[in-house]
């Protein structure tokens, strides 16, 4: 299967995790994942978001990457 395009990340993904991975005093860059039900395969989507008005501007003005990701289970230890 080829890699998902813009449309395909509203219209037949679902959207699995969303996760801030820089942020800064103008905003902020998010990474997405969505699964494709289709053929069971994960895409990360990267894009930046200008603080203040929550503008998804890379995500329509075309700066955006979209790369596979695979789902990896870790185990953590938590102290309480």
């Known amino acids: 299967m080829s890699t998902p395009t813009?449309?395909?990340l509203t219209d037949i993904l679902e959207l699995v995790?969303?996760?801030i991975l820089e942020s800064t005093r103008?905003?902020?860059v998010q990474r997405d994942v969505?699964?494709?039900e289709e053929d069971g395969t994960f895409?990360?989507?990267s894009f930046r978001v200008d603080s203040g008005d929550n503008d998804y501007r890379?995500?329509?003005d075309d700066e955006y990457d979209i790369n596979q990701v695979y789902p990896k289970k870790k185990t953590i230890t938590v102290y309480e």
Do not use: A, I, S
Request: hydrophobic fraction near 20%; charged fraction near 45%; glycine fraction near 16%.
């Open 17 to 19: 995790e969303e996760k």
């Open 26 to 28: 103008w905003g902020y």
């Open 34 to 36: 969505y699964k494709r």
């Open 43 to 45: 895409w990360g989507v």
């Open 6 to 8: 813009r449309e395909d």
């Open 58 to 60: 890379g995500l329509y």
